[in-house]
């Protein structure tokens, strides 16, 4: 077995783990939402706590999808096409990642500190 190989089963291990972090994390948070749902004293957060736990689930997945995409363009395929590809890929999923964020905190990421202290 080769080097690349090697590596190209690393970079499949490294996407399996982040495919399975957003089903299995999805659908435990899913669990999680039918319970609060089904409980009638915490059914109004059952949404809020759905939008936020699963948006955290899938920032986390794609986080490990990104480093999949960077082992593969940067170790194994060191061409001025994959590092074209991985930058292309990079940024949409940062840009994926960013609005997201933005949607779970409901805020921008430079005004955080001023939501929280206005929220004490």
Do not use: C, K
């Not at 061409?79 to 590809?85: C, H, I």
């Not at 930058?87 to 005004?111: C, F, K, M, Q, Y």
């Amino acid at each position: 077995m080769s080097f690349d190989q090697r590596v190209d089963d690393i970079v499949q291990g490294v996407e399996a783990i982040g495919v399975a972090v957003m089903v299995l994390g999805g659908l435990f948070v899913l669990v999680q939402s039918a319970v609060l749902f089904l409980t009638p004293s915490r059914r109004s957060g059952a949404y809020q706590h759905t939008r936020r736990h699963l948006g955290r689930v899938i920032l986390l997945g794609l986080e490990i999808l990104i480093v999949a995409d960077i082992i593969r363009s940067v170790i194994v395929e060191t061409t001025l096409a994959s590092v074209a590809a991985l930058a292309t890929i990079v940024a949409i999923r940062i840009v994926l990642s960013w609005s997201l964020a933005v949607e779970i905190d409901g805020t921008w990421p430079w005004n955080r500190q001023q939501a929280a202290d206005d929220g004490r």
